[in-house]
């Protein structure tokens, strides 16, 4: 295990570190050296009438360096993290080296041969010329970008060696709690991300507005995508954000906060239930609703611990919450009463 993790991390610092950074940085040199010969200010942008977005010429150093560059370090960073193991973790201390980062390290790949090549033609079309709004149409070299794109994240993925994949903590059965013949049990909860994850979305989500306000001012047309897609995105972080936990003898009942989607695990059905660790990008390749490799459906808000529990059809369920063992214990001894 520990040799193939090994191999794997090597292949990523490779394929989607080192590699995707140094075309980004050969791509921003050349461009610097062009900068002498461009115009003042350089087209930026091409509609479908030609150039219609300009800008000062240290934009041509943005692209590859500030935008390209940002984007491989920060898919580098949730590749990485996604390997890092919660503190009451009872799996082993080495994580497998899953699918999401060995995609994540191919996508860089491909992300930085889209950057670079996009940034030496948009600049190598002003070489020389006295008025940016002279550049020709670049619309073939677009597509031939997203090609690079495509063929990088491919060959990136087959460079990279296949590890054994995150199969989730095994975790420990629990104990039911002693009930006298009238007494009743139940248990409530809040499954949530954390304050910073919260902060994060709320941020983005605020980002994306002001940017779909901005393009739809620049083009409406477009504006109208950015705005459909944006409204998508806002649902979508409303209904996955918070959602309410019970359990008691009927079984285990969870919902959104917006009231969809919802989920009602009958006490009957449950054949097991258990204390798992959850590693959100090592297990489930990222947060929110989630399907695992090895099936597990999930609601994985944060790392730590999570309530799982297995239908007697064999398909598990697994939710981020505090104090999981007490909920837990409950959902245990709704199941045996349902036995009995």
Known sequence: MKDDVRRSRTAFAWVGVIVPLVIILIATVIVATWLPELPDPIATHWGSEGVDGYGPKWMAIVLPLGVGGGLVTLMTLIGVSGHRMPQSSTKPQVQPWGSTSRFLGGMNLGLALLFAFISLVTTGVQRGIPDAAQAPDIAGAVWIALGLLVVGAAVGWFLQPRSPEPTGDAGAAVEDIELGESERAAWFGTAAMARPGIIALIAAVLLLIITTGWVFVADPGTGWIMAAVTLLV???????????????????????IAGWPRWNIPAADISDVRVVSVNPMGEFGGWGLRIAV?????????????????????????????DAATAASVLNSAAKGAKS
């Open 234 to 256: 806002v649902l979508l972080v409303v209904v996955t954000l918070v959602f309410r936990v019970r359990v008691n003898a009927e079984g285990l009942r969870v919902r959104s």
């Open 294 to 322: 090895d099936g597990r459906m999930g609601i994985v808000l944060r790392t730590g611990e999570a309530l799982q529990v297995t239908r007697h059809n064999g398909r598990r369920f697994v939710i981020t919450i505090d």
